[in-house]
Structure formats: C-alpha cells, structure tokens
C-alpha cells in the first residue's frame, strides 16, 4: 500500500497548523498585512471634496479623505491625543473630522484644526494624524503601512502592465457592495481561489459556463491570472481572475465593461472578512449586470462553504499538510510568497 512517504515527487503544501496557530496570524500582520499594498477602496467612493471612508486593515483602523485641494489621503484613524478613533462613520461627507473623547477635529489633510484645552500652545508634528502611504491605479485604491515601501508600480510592474489592456477599468463606478464573514483562515480563501481542480464537482454553473479545457492558471511575480472561455465559443468572450499579492482577486467577465473585487481580511486564525465589490460603467445597474452578480454571489457561496468544511479539517492530527496536484501552480507560488514574508 502506498504511503505518503513512498510516493514518487510529492510536494507538500503549508502546515495546516499555520491555518490555526494564533502566533502564525500575528507574524502575518506584521510581516505581510503591514508591509504590502493592500486595495481598500475606489475612487468612485471618494469622488467630491469631502468624501470619505473607513477602513479596518486586518485591525488597524485608517480612514481615506478627499481633500479640498482634490487630493486624495490616507491616515491611522486614530487620534494623536490618547488613541482613541477619530471617525465612526464607514462612509460620509464632511469638512472637519472630530474624535468624541475630547473634541480635537482635524482638517482633510490631517492637520490638527483645534485642540480644546491646549489653548494657544504651539502643537507639533505629533499632533495630526499619522500619514499613510497611498496609490491609485485603475481608480482602484491601494495603501501601504510601511512609509518606507517601494512604490505599487514598482512592486507589482508587471501586474499593472497587464492589466491596461482593460481599458474601461478606470472609468467604472463601485455599484454595490456585500461583506460577509468566512469561518476560515484567510490563505484558506485565497487557496480555494488559486486552484480549479475542485471547479467540475463544487461550481455545476461555472463549468457548464467556462470551457475547463482550456482553462488555465497563469503564476507571474506577485499576482497569477485564470483564464478561459465561454463554453459557447463566441468570440471575444474570454474571463480573466487575477489575484495580487496578498488577499486582493479581480475578476473580470465577458459582456460590458465590469470588475469584481473581492477582499480578504483577517480577523482571526480561523475567521476572515470577505469583502466584494461589484463595478459597472453606472450605478444604475441593469438586469444583464444583475444576473452576473447572482453568477458571481453563487460561485463565491459554493466556495466559502468548502474552505470552511476545510477549515474543520485543519484541526485534526491526521495529517500534517496536504499535497499539491500537478495543476496548482498559482497554489504553490502563493505558498512559496508567504514562507518568503515570514522568513524575511
């Protein structure tokens, strides 16, 4: 009888008890979650002056604002006073921000706009709001807690080149948005998305859909892209579903122009934050576009349910890890990216 142990050219993958080990989580905030670009919105949120939205990156909490000089900015949503959360709001318009412990506001650019009971004392650097580095490409925003990162069109070049052979992503606007929370670790989610082994048995619409076939897995430098066809064979129907480098997915389906974004957090070890977003040349959307998105919703639900029956299995002392198929390209470059991270 084989075993594992005798079987011929087995690569393993990550150890399950990196999906369920709270230290494990920890390290991954600290060495991938804050020193990478992570998307957390798109401009069609922050279009007029005053405009902004919240954020909680894996339990840091910022806030992007758009500036009356029309600049866009990131910041920790925190007060420089005693820590507390300056914005409650998740979204709005406003002129001045104001934390409710003591009544300090600041200015869309971070400054510091009144600080009650300080009286006309002279207040430093130290008394705005902590800056973020922030980037915008195909109107989609990405920050990065780490002020001494490389810029996102040096780390991800060739994921930026890539993608601008979609021309319309930059004028679409965010239609809708749903979260929902995953019981499962968050790389979980990302290898469930990384592999379509489990595609002809776990996705009956998306198969009948895309011609398996000739689908395939395409590993780059920080991202992988999937492609494939309409099963119908019309032209110009191809799909695309990138994943960047650590938690963001892109899809992109045939029809008028359109984007899918989806996001995953961590909350903790065994619990993610899946955020997905739905975008349209207009918020009007129509019944064609109404029924991609009840596409997509049931993919994705068929997905969540089989990395939280994997999530179970994580537990048990019956094996150690799992084992790559020939296929799982994009899996095993993944993995390969996150030993780097926190070994760096």
Not at 62 to 85: E, M, S, V, W
Not at 137 to 144: D, K, L, P, R, S
Not at 238 to 263: D, E
């Amino acid at each position: 009888m084989a075993t594992r142990e005798n079987l011929q050219q087995v690569e393993y993958t990550l150890p399950y008890q990196q999906y369920v080990d709270p230290q494990v989580l920890k390290e991954e905030k600290k060495k991938i979650f804050y020193k990478s670009w992570i998307m957390v919105g798109h401009t069609s949120q922050v279009e007029k002056p005053g405009d902004f939205f919240t954020f909680d990156l894996a339990g840091e909490p910022i806030i992007i604002t758009h500036g009356t000089d029309g600049q866009l900015r990131a910041f920790y949503n925190i007060c420089p006073h005693r820590g507390a959360k300056v914005e409650q709001k998740e979204r709005g318009n406003k002129k001045i921000l104001q934390c409710i412990y003591h009544g300090w506001t600041f200015k869309l650019d971070g400054n510091v706009h009144k600080a009650p009971n300080f009286g006309t004392n002279a207040l430093d650097r130290h008394s705005c709001m902590t800056a973020i580095r922030l980037e915008v490409h195909q109107a989609m925003i990405f920050v990065n807690l780490d002020p001494n990162t490389l810029p996102f069109s040096t780390v991800h070049q060739s994921f930026v080149d890539n993608i601008q052979t979609y021309s319309f992503l930059g004028s679409l606007k965010q239609a809708r948005e749903n979260r929902r929370i995953v019981h499962a670790n968050w790389k979980a989610v990302i290898d469930n998305y990384l592999e379509c082994d489990h595609c002809a048995i776990a996705h009956p619409a998306f198969s009948k859909k895309f011609d398996l076939s000739k689908y395939s897995i395409i590993p780059c430098d920080t991202f992988s892209y999937q492609c494939s066809t309409v099963s119908d064979g019309e032209e110009n129907s191809g799909a695309r579903f990138y994943w960047v480098w650590p938690n963001l997915m892109i899809s992109i389906y045939p029809g008028s122009g359109n984007m899918t974004t989806s996001q995953i957090i961590p909350l903790d070890e065994g619990r993610s934050l899946a955020i997905y977003r739905y975008y349209f040349a207009d918020t009007n959307i129509t019944e064609e576009e109404e029924k991609l998105i009840r596409f997509v919703d049931e993919v994705r639900e068929e997905d969540f349910e089989l990395v939280e029956l994997l999530q179970t299995g994580f537990h048990s002392q019956a094996f150690e890890n799992g084992i790559y198929s020939p296929t799982e390209h994009g899996l095993h470059a993944f993995h390969q990216m996150v030993k780097e991270a926190l070994h760096d």
